[in-house]
């Protein structure tokens, strides 16, 4: 488990959810808290292979579950809520991504844990939030994306909306919003000595990372119509082109200074048929005069040729190239564990830097885990033969 870091001493139960909620405590864990992962008993392993050969006590494609222990629990059972319940009395949080109403019908929601211990930050992560119209509703990142404006904003001209990855409503207006208000909520505890309720939903979240284009859209200098504005593949000075080798490169010149390296790095400075940058009406020309120069040689050639040149110009890595790029290497930006290179902790910090992440593991001892949080090990115990606790 991760050691040291800015949030060492803070000790959080989560809930064990999918994707934003494994994502915060994940992001918590890294910064040094105690996490303790309350799983479902013998969870479906997320990795790529089922066949994959045994990797021993750890899974290491679970890397959203890394640096924290991991018990199995069997939450329909009243002797789990009641642990899970002890366990809140020691905690400073604990994380949930349940629909609402569910950790309430389990007996460990906000007010159980909340009247076991007044301190507890109680984190909730939803998509729709915990009320509303479609508060009981499924859904995906696609669809809070697609309610929120967002979706109707991603795309290239004439093409439908193009899902982002699931970066956007997951993990940046999900599960990273979630770490924020929990943080907040135990800055304010600080100073009134009181827990509280945070109630993270994705819908929320994905909008609140559209708000500077609110504002653009409504001085009337974004359009409804996709892949037309500046920063949705309409500008040529701000998209992607293909090379010789089928490589591409990703420019961002938007600033004149930025242009005007990157036509002098193509060979365009002194050419008076490209286009003026901001002349929309000629923007198909300038398109093709770049994307005819980019044409003329392989990606790794541009990426060496604008090296030196603040041309706002970068080579489309994916993610097996990523950890070799030089930035990555001088920030030790991917450390390997078990094999599976992956993000690093982020962001770093100058006085508690925390340590290294740990592999996540796929059958933790519950005894000794529990242990470390004050359960008796023979209860903990009689709950695994019980076929409670795994």
């Not at 409804?224 to 080798?245: I, M, Q, V």
Request: with cysteine; aromatic share 6%; hydrophobic share 45%.
């Amino acid at each position: 488990m991760a050691t040291g870091g800015p949030l060492a001493g803070l000790r959080v139960i989560e809930l064990a959810g999918l994707g934003p909620g494994p994502f915060a405590a994940m992001v918590i864990a890294d910064l040094g808290a105690e996490v303790l992962r309350v799983d479902r008993p013998d969870p479906a392993p997320i990795t790529p292979d089922a066949t994959r050969p045994d990797v021993g006590a750890t899974n290491p494609y679970d890397v959203m579950n890394r640096s924290r222990r991991r018990i199995g629990l069997d939450l329909k059972r009243p002797e789990a809520a009641a642990l899970v319940l002890d366990l809140a009395e020691r905690a400073d949080v604990v994380i949930e991504g349940f629909r609402p109403g569910v950790a309430e019908r389990f007996g460990v929601g906000p007010e159980d844990c909340l009247g076991r211990n007044p301190r507890v930050v109680y984190g909730r992560m939803t998509g729709w939030g915990q009320d509303g119209p479609m508060a009981q509703r499924a859904g995906h990142d696609l669809n809070y994306l697609s309610l929120c404006g967002a979706l109707a904003h991603i795309g290239r001209a004439g093409q439908p909306p193009t899902p982002p990855l699931n970066l956007v409503a997951d993990f940046g207006g999900g599960g990273m919003l979630l770490v924020v208000g929990v943080l907040a909520a135990l800055v304010e505890r600080s100073a009134s000595g009181a827990g509280q309720v945070v109630d993270a939903a994705m819908v929320d979240g994905a909008a609140l990372l559209m708000a500077p284009l609110f504002g653009a859209w409504a001085s009337g200098f974004w359009n409804a119509e996709r892949g037309t504005n500046l920063l949705d593949s309409g500008a040529p000075f701000y998209d992607c082109y293909e090379c010789a080798d089928g490589g591409w490169v990703a420019v961002g010149a938007i600033e004149a200074k930025f242009f005007g390296e990157l036509l002098a790095g193509l060979g365009l400075d002194d050419d008076p048929t490209v286009p003026d940058q901001h002349d929309q009406a000629r923007w198909p020309e300038l398109r093709r005069c770049l994307a005819e120069a980019f044409a003329g040689r392989t990606r790794d050639e541009w990426a060496a040729h604008f090296e030196q040149r603040d041309a706002c110009v970068t080579p489309v890595l994916d993610m097996g190239e990523a950890v070799t790029h030089p930035v990555a290497v001088a920030r030790s930006s991917f450390p390997t564990l078990d094999g599976i290179a992956q993000p690093a902790p982020a962001p770093r910090f100058s006085r508690t830097p925390p340590g290294p992440p740990a592999a996540a593991p796929t059958h933790d001892d519950a005894v000794d885990a529990l242990a470390g949080w004050g359960i008796d090990p023979a209860r903990a115990g009689a709950l695994m033969a019980d076929g409670v606790l795994d």
